[in-house]
């Protein structure tokens, strides 16, 4: 008979609004039985968003030996991406049918993967990652059937034939992450999710647009420093 | 209308004798317009695999600006591998049936997930790996389900549909695989295959044990040198 593992879950933690919310219901779930997983990529906010990563674990009072950061910034060699290629700007939000310069290609897979193997390693059941699909930027690895061929490749691809991606975002729209994470008491506050700069979030880039239609559809004020917030209630 | 990709395929080459099999293949196909992809994850003969890559891509003469090599060291900290574990001893070959202690968890797909990443940005077709089924140690990342799942993932996870990871060298023996280098005039004296020694090959670690076989079957001599050549024809 196989051990039951002593961490239930991995939990994908870029430090973004929708990867607090994730953590804050793995947290409601299994407590601090969790191994919140971090990814540098030689993004442009990488500090930032580490930071945020380290605020949130502290929020949550995670141990520090649960905390696992890998580093991918060899990302960086493959570039075509505006989050690690200093070469091509971040674009400022159009539309969401378009893909922005920001797509790392298949990231998610990459990132996915890497935490499937810690997951078996430390013989996990779930990996929890904050995947948003109405309100993503349009992203095909953010499409609901892009999980389910994922867990079909688990199944394939592993020994441990329980283990799973969770999704729990996947159907919310940005207004309900809010709504969502505010009703788990989740530290807004300490969560980064501009692609751009690292003292104010710039207010423009797709990541900030759909953060912070978010708030204001909600009729909330989001905790952190905008350089510009404009109004995306009815993008 | 796409503009045609100058490099139709990334080939995965981690410079043992099947990653060269799969090159020789691939270079029939495109001649030097191909993308060698190499990855270091901090595996005991790192640097003797490297070597092997570099000295395979010279006799093929694939222009040095084509040749891609990642750096995965970050596998050491998710552990569980005799591979990338100093803790974890190399395991002599016992069975096929047997998951060997060398198994890094999915790392088929960490490594396919970089050559897709890659392949979209410079737009290619293939992705050319020399997985091996019948005769591979038990992994479960070589079997045929879990190439046409990640095939599916691809479809569902990229903006390019067309891309596809091909596996020329699945359902051949070992013995086949070395009939087909040979037959390819591939040069088999510069790749490398043993896990656990960087000098002379141990002859007795699993991958080992499966090369040898395919020689021995066949009635070749391996030119590589050997500290113990053990009768492996009927494993």
């Not at 298949?106 to 430390?122: C, G, Q």
């Not at 109405?134 to 034939?161: A, M, V």
């Not at 559809?217 to 989001?222: F, M, P, S, T, W």
């Not at 420093?225 to 995306?232: A, E, L, Q």
Request: aromatic fraction near 10%.
């Amino acid at each position: 008979m196989e051990t039951q593992s002593e961490y239930p879950a991995v939990v994908l933690v870029s430090g973004g609004m929708d990867s607090l919310t994730c953590l804050a219901l793995a947290f409601e779930r299994y407590s601090t039985n969790l191994l919140p997983l971090h990814l540098n990529y030689g993004q442009k906010t990488q500090e930032r968003e580490f930071l945020a990563f380290k605020n949130i674990c502290d929020f949550y009072k995670i141990p520090k030996n649960q905390r696992k950061v890998i580093d991918m910034t060899f990302l960086k060699e493959i570039g075509g991406s505006s989050l690690t290629d200093d070469a091509i700007e971040v674009s400022n939000f159009k539309s969401q049918k378009e893909i922005p310069t920001s797509y790392v290609p298949f990231r998610n897979t990459i990132i996915l993967s890497l935490a499937v193997s810690l997951a078996e390693v430390k013989k996990c059941q779930e990996i929890y990652i904050g995947a948003v699909y109405e309100d993503s930027s349009g992203y095909p690895d953010c499409r609901p059937q892009y999980y389910e061929d994922f867990n079909r490749l688990i199944k394939s691809g592993t020994i441990l034939q329980n283990l799973k991606v969770v999704t729990p975002l996947l159907r919310l729209s940005k207004k309900e992450i809010v709504a969502k994470a505010l009703e788990l008491k989740a530290p807004l506050e300490f969560s980064w999710s501009c692609y751009q700069s690292s003292d104010l979030a710039c207010g423009v880039c797709d990541s900030c647009a759909l953060r912070l239609k978010g708030f204001q559809q909600l009729g909330v004020k989001d905790p952190i420093p905008y350089k510009v917030s404009p109004d995306y209630r009815s993008i």
